[in-house]
């Protein structure tokens, strides 16, 4: 069995996808699971994670409902606020819903020291209570703030998406391997391996442009630690599906068989606690 552990659904309107600008136009539709489940055959992925791309309840709750109807959707990592009173209430109710896996808020939006706000880290702290692991989504630039974030939460398990959005386009590798690496010496963080073509320039990007980045993530987390995602729909824009499929398993040939397995199965598995009884076999 093979798990997409990072992908979307949404019904677009302009209003709550402004972030999808015009080289972007392709994604605005909506995006559906039976769009998604034509995709996962021909590449080979059996059950995948579905991932909040707007912050709100109501937003968790569909996520939740697709994930009920459709059991190749394995678990979700969906959104909660974090800072409000509120908090510890909601995240109780939300935690009772299965597969709600982990939370995810949108920090790359955020102003600097966001993730230091003692209500983030309340809030932190309240799904630790809960076994939900904590998605982190930041830019490169982040990674410090990341860090400390992690170190006041030892022991509670985070997922950093997209290998935190290096400079691809300008080639630059500095300061983000450096942190990265800093980050990844906390055992309690995991690693996406996704949302990497996006990037980079959307229609010149090539394989030998990524694989530094990739060798770089490989290199800090382990393929105990690093999981595949997908990132459909948005990955839409630079490449298709199966294409980034296909480009993953190219970078894993140097990986051995139970390395690849990690890749593409037990480390999404491990971080995410998932329950796969569900999935069709």
Same mark, same amino acid.
């Given at each position: 069995?093979?798990?997409?552990?990072?992908?979307?659904?949404?019904?677009?309107?302009?209003?709550?996808?402004?972030?999808?600008?015009?080289?972007?136009?392709?994604?605005?539709?909506?995006?559906?699971?039976?769009? !998604?489940?034509?995709? !996962?055959?021909?590449?080979?992925?059996? /059950?995948?994670?579905?991932?909040?791309?707007?912050?709100?309840?109501?937003?968790?709750?569909?996520?939740?409902?697709?994930?009920?109807?459709?059991?190749?959707?394995? =678990?979700?990592? =969906?959104?909660? *606020?974090?800072?409000?009173?509120?908090?510890p209430a909601l995240l109780e109710k939300l935690a009772g819903r299965t597969p709600l896996v982990g939370v995810r808020h949108v920090v790359q939006a955020e102003?600097?020291?966001?993730m230091d706000k003692p209500s983030f880290n309340d809030g932190i702290r309240h799904l630790h209570s809960l076994h939900l692991a904590y998605d982190i989504l930041?830019?490169?630039?982040?990674? $410090?703030?990341?860090?400390?974030?992690?170190?006041?939460?030892?022991?509670?398990?985070?997922?950093?998406?997209?290998?935190?959005?290096? *400079?691809?386009?300008?080639? #630059?590798?500095? *300061?983000?391997?450096?942190?990265?690496? #800093?980050?990844?010496?906390?055992?309690?963080?995991?690693?996406?391996?996704?949302?990497?073509?996006?990037?980079?320039?959307?229609?010149?990007?090539?394989?030998?442009?990524? !694989?530094?980045?990739?060798?770089?993530?490989?290199?800090?987390?382990?393929? /105990?630690?690093?999981?595949? =995602?997908?990132?459909?729909?948005?990955?839409?824009?630079?490449?298709?599906?199966?294409?980034?499929?296909?480009?993953? #398993?190219?970078?894993?040939?140097?990986?051995?068989?139970? #390395?690849?397995?990690?890749?593409?199965?037990?480390?999404?598995?491990?971080?995410?606690?998932?329950?796969?009884?569900?999935? $069709?076999?």
């Open positions: 069995m093979r798990i997409d552990a990072h992908h979307h659904f949404w019904r677009y309107t302009p209003a709550e996808y402004g972030w999808i600008d015009d080289a972007m136009a392709s994604l605005r539709r909506d995006f559906f699971p039976a769009d !998604l489940a034509a995709e !996962l055959p021909p590449a080979n992925i059996d /059950a995948v994670i579905s991932v909040q791309a707007r912050q709100t309840l109501v937003e968790t709750a569909w996520l939740l409902e697709m994930a009920a109807a459709h059991p190749f959707i394995a =678990g979700v990592v =969906g959104w909660a *606020p974090l800072t409000e009173p509120t908090t102003p600097d020291g966001f930041i830019q490169h630039r982040q990674l $410090p703030e990341a860090i400390r974030l992690v170190d006041r939460h030892p022991s509670h398990v985070f997922v950093l998406d997209h290998i935190a959005k290096p *400079p691809i386009r300008s080639g #630059e590798r500095e *300061p983000w391997a450096t942190h990265l690496a #800093e980050l990844a010496r906390r055992p309690n963080v995991y690693c996406k391996l996704s949302g990497i073509v996006t990037e980079a320039d959307y229609q010149t990007w090539t394989y030998e442009q990524i !694989l530094p980045y990739m060798e770089t993530a490989l290199a800090a987390f382990g393929p /105990a630690r690093l999981m595949f =995602g997908s990132d459909w729909p948005v990955c839409r824009v630079a490449t298709t599906y199966s294409n980034w499929v296909h480009a993953v #398993e190219r970078f894993a040939l140097s990986l051995t068989g139970a #390395e690849r397995t990690s890749l593409f199965h037990d480390t999404a598995v491990q971080a995410y606690q998932l329950d796969l009884s569900r999935i $069709p076999h």
